[in-house]
């Protein structure tokens, strides 16, 4: 069983240079969900996208943007890399937000910006 | 937005002793949810608390849901070392359905042999 699969694993890039996370979940749910994970602050929701057709900016959505391109993919954009971004992402998904315990995250994306 | 705190923010025990952290809340919360994060990977779900009073049980891992609805612990009976790792609470932001969750900042778990 997948689950939800982040691609890449592990991303270096160079500040001003642009990229796409990828997220697929297999388990047909609704609502998927972008976080960043940094030493000492927890994740903190970047944007999320309650159906297919929608999306919403979380906490902290500055600099990134997001596609929810069908029910299974939901990808995060960096535009113009800066190293405020180097962090740890997680992709998650639901069946319908938060009110059932079948919620799951990816194994995350490790992107450093040099 | 909403904040939690956790408390402690790391914790050093010994195999076999008791673990307990905690997680409050300025505002109202109608889910608690308990996630534990392995080095290296995504956080994984505990436990799921969804109302005010309530105590779960899933083996070795007891969590409760404060009569306030602004907290909730986490206790671990008879530690192991596979039990090493971060544990967040969560909760549901104020616009509730699918809007995105609310993360404390964790508490780092660390077991001495």
């Known amino acids: 069983n997948a689950g939800v699969t982040q691609t890449p694993k592990f991303q270096v890039l160079k500040t001003g240079q642009s990229m796409t996370l990828q997220c697929a979940q297999d388990m047909n749910h609704n609502s998927m969900y972008w976080y960043r994970q940094d030493p000492g602050m927890g994740l903190r929701l970047i944007y999320y996208s309650a159906s297919e057709g929608t999306t919403d900016k979380g906490e902290v959505p500055n600099g990134y943007n997001v596609s929810r391109l069908n029910k299974r993919e939901f990808s995060l954009r960096l535009e113009s890399a800066a190293p405020s971004q180097t962090s740890v992402y997680f992709c998650?998904?639901?069946?319908?937000?938060?009110?059932?315990?079948?919620?799951?995250f990816g194994q995350g994306t490790r992107l450093t910006v040099v | 937005g909403q904040q939690l705190n956790q408390s402690p923010q790391s914790m050093f025990i010994q195999e076999g002793e008791d673990v307990s952290m905690n997680c409050t809340s300025s505002s109202i919360f109608n889910t608690w949810l308990w996630y534990k994060q392995d080095p290296g990977e995504g956080p994984v779900l505990l436990i799921a608390l969804y109302k005010a009073g309530e105590l779960t049980s899933n083996g070795r891992l007891t969590a409760q849901f404060g009569i306030t609805r602004k907290d909730s612990f986490l206790n671990i009976s008879a530690s192991i070392p596979s039990d090493v790792g971060i544990y967040f609470c969560a909760g549901p932001d104020s616009g509730g359905g699918a809007d995105g969750l609310t993360f404390g900042k964790g508490t780092h778990l660390i077991i001495q042999p």
């Open positions: 998650a998904s639901s069946e319908s937000g938060w009110e059932n315990t079948e919620a799951f």
